[in-house]
């Protein structure tokens, strides 16, 4: 009979055989619906909050579940860790609160998400963390590289036109003045484009949309690159200096590759506590079972789409990267050789009025503030999505009161095309 041994860790029994590598094992993952995690004895417990011993402590902090999931996203990345959050917007302030510790600034490209957009403009700098927006280039986020600023800040595909960004040139530019790269590459995802292996030092995502598929779970997760030299930059002293809040621990020590992972699950997860439930994080590692082959689909339908809105006698412009028109198609294929994603925008022929019109009569295609579902989405950013921003913002961004943006689903294309000539017919 196989002999029997009781994991300590994750209350799983094991019957003859070790435990399976959380990347690659096959196995279904269980879900781990535990507050705490029991210690072998009273010095595995001092070892375990000294991290001196990796492992699960307290379900804020860690869980099995959710530990499968970052390496998983940490593998897919090309990264040496990962944080899985509660939503993709605390990934996000995570990383600028972890990245700006103190007070800093931030340089981010202008085209990118409303929420994240409303974050730096107006919320971080209650908290001493101030932000300047460029043109989605590496000259124009160079310049506004300031002595206090603590990242630059992209999105592979931006929202809501899915624009591109020479990421390379970014990073170099980043590197020039000694600090890293953040990209958010929700719309791309790692089957699309993996940031990193273009000098990107940080990814973020947010979980909801294309790696979990479903459009059923919230959560957000952060990857590290592993190679920015946090103590050598001079600028993160929370991370190379030893930390009051963990014993003195020196967190460049403690974890080289892992610094800034370990530092925000240490401190900013632990005391703020945007933890990721073990169920949602389940619901995501399904998810990641058809990543490929989702978005392989996903990206067939939006391009020929794409084609249809580009001759349709009520549309104005159609932004994909795709389309030659479109000022940062030159970096379409070097970025994207497998397509460029499924979340665009359109300028309907008129107004707001035109726009409202089209969408109230789209089936199909349904109306909510989420992307990246399997299900064919559709919202009017200037009202929703981006409605928090001022008209000059607006502006700034390229969001006009006819600017309609599409998440294409993995339905039947001709369906959705088919669904899209009857809304044009209504206006």
Excluded at 206 to 232: L, M, N, P, Q
Aim: proline share 5%; net charge negative; hydrophobic share 40%.
């Amino acid at each position: 009979m196989a002999k029997r041994e009781w994991s300590f860790e994750t209350k799983q029994l094991h019957v003859g055989q070790e435990d399976p590598d959380p990347v690659t094992d096959a196995r279904a993952v269980p879900i781990y619906a535990s507050a705490s995690f029991v210690f072998h004895d009273s010095q595995h417990a001092a070892d375990r909050f000294a991290l001196k011993d990796s492992g699960n402590i307290y379900g804020r902090l860690t869980n099995p579940t959710q530990e499968v999931f970052e390496k998983r996203m940490a593998a897919l990345e090309g990264g040496t860790a990962a944080l899985a959050v509660a939503s993709g917007a605390a990934a996000i302030a995570y990383t600028f609160q972890a990245l700006a510790w103190g007070g800093g600034h931030i340089a981010a490209s202008k085209t990118i998400y409303g929420g994240t957009y409303n974050l730096l403009a107006h919320t971080l700098p209650a908290y001493g963390i101030t932000a300047d927006f460029a043109e989605p280039d590496a000259e124009a986020l160079e310049a506004v590289i300031k002595e206090d600023t603590k990242a630059v800040f992209i999105e592979t595909l931006g929202n809501p036109h899915s624009n591109l960004i020479d990421i390379e040139a970014v990073a170099a530019a980043a590197h020039r003045h000694g600090i890293p790269l953040v990209v958010d590459s929700t719309f791309a995802t790692p089957y699309l484009i993996r940031p990193i292996e273009y000098g990107a030092d940080i990814v973020v995502h947010s979980a909801t949309k294309f790696i979990g598929g479903h459009g059923a779970a919230i959560g957000g997760v952060i990857v590290e690159g592993g190679s920015f030299d946090w103590r050598s930059s001079g600028k993160f002293p929370h991370f190379s200096e030893p930390n009051p809040s963990y014993h003195g621990v020196s967190f460049t020590d403690a974890a080289p590759a892992a610094a800034f992972v370990t530092y925000m699950r240490a401190i900013l997860l632990r005391d703020t506590g945007a933890t990721l439930s073990p169920f949602h994080a389940f619901m995501f590692l399904q998810g990641l079972e058809t990543l490929s082959l989702r978005v392989e689909r996903h990206t067939e339908n939006a391009l020929r789409i794409v084609d249809y809105l580009s001759g349709h006698p009520k549309v104005e412009a159609v932004h994909h990267p795709s389309r030659p028109t479109e000022p940062s198609h030159e970096l379409y294929s070097k970025y994207l050789p497998n397509g460029g994603g499924s979340i665009f925008t359109f300028e309907i022929k008129g107004g707001a009025e035109e726009a409202h019109k089209f969408i109230d009569n789209l089936e199909i295609f349904s109306l909510l503030a989420n992307v990246a579902d399997l299900k064919s989405l559709v919202i009017h950013p200037a009202t929703t999505t981006h409605s928090q921003c001022t008209e000059a913002e607006l502006e700034e961004q390229g969001i006009k009161p006819n600017t309609i943006r599409l998440s294409i689903g993995t339905e039947n294309v001709n369906d959705l095309i088919a669904a899209l000539d009857d809304a044009f017919a209504a206006v």
